[in-house]
């Protein structure tokens, strides 16, 4: 969160409307670092207005989700293009859970960006194919990590799609990390973090009494008033 009388969400658009970078620092030292690396980077803008979207392969993907916006409306804003706006320096990780379809389509999705050249000009987009030989038989170590932050937020917020996660599988994902991996500060806090969950989470299943656990399929979405 920002300081008063300004919050992170004005400074990041005040950035993106100077053509700056947006960093956050939360003393004099972290300040200083970020100065310096800011220092060696190229400051020149690419891109405006940048927007990301994917759109999977009907003939490859049978349904997907995409973890934590489950609720959200996927439509663009009248005279918007579709997709996620990203700010100034900005970076983002989504994660979709899908089910793949019969056959072998080659091309899983298309992950397009949409944007306007920093110097004018007409909106520009790029895009590339993810292919279906980017499915590997297990994740790597980032997205490993990646899947236990992502599980514990879901079992966090009691999302309807993780009432069969339990915090022993997150731990044992975290523990599964190659020893590298393991001893990085962010991991440890994670493990951590996930510990004193299953520590103190003592709910029950909220949505028992209207979908029980026995009948849950992630083919078939109920209406869940709650």
């Known amino acids: 969160m ?3 009388p300004y919050d992170d969400a004005l400074l990041e658009d005040l950035t993106r409307r100077a053509g700056g970078r947006y960093r956050f620092a939360a003393d004099a030292d972290a300040a200083g670092v970020a100065l310096l690396e800011v220092a060696g980077e190229d400051l020149a803008v690419a891109a405006r207005d940048v927007r990301i979207r994917v759109a999977f392969e009907t003939a490859a993907v049978t349904r997907y989700r995409l973890l934590g ?3 959200r409306h996927a439509g663009a804003a009248p005279g918007q293009p579709p997709g996620a706006t990203l700010g100034a320096a900005a970076s983002v990780t989504a994660l979709y859970e899908i089910k793949l379809a019969p056959g072998d389509a080659p091309t899983l999705a298309t992950v397009e960006a949409r944007f306007t050249p920093a110097d004018g000009g007409d909106l520009e987009v790029v895009s590339a194919p993810v292919p279906r030989s980017a499915v590997a ?3 790597s170590a980032s997205g490993r990590l990646a899947l236990a932050a992502a599980g514990l ?3 966090l917020r009691g999302a309807y799609w993780a009432r069969a ?3 022993d599988l997150l731990v044992g994902l975290l523990d ?3 020893p590298g991996w393991r001893d990085r ?3 440890v806090a994670l493990r951590a973090a996930t510990e004193r969950a299953r520590t103190l989470d003592r709910r029950g299943d909220r949505f028992a009494a ?3 656990l026995s009948s849950m399929s992630f083919d078939h979405v109920p209406v869940v008033r709650r």
């Open 2 to 4: 920002g300081h008063r």
């Open 69 to 71: 916006y489950e609720g």
């Open 137 to 139: 038989d297990a994740p």
């Open 153 to 155: 937020a879901e079992k």
């Open 165 to 167: 996660l339990d915090y």
């Open 176 to 178: 599964g990390l190659p």
């Open 185 to 187: 500060a962010d991991v």
């Open 210 to 212: 209207e979908a029980p």
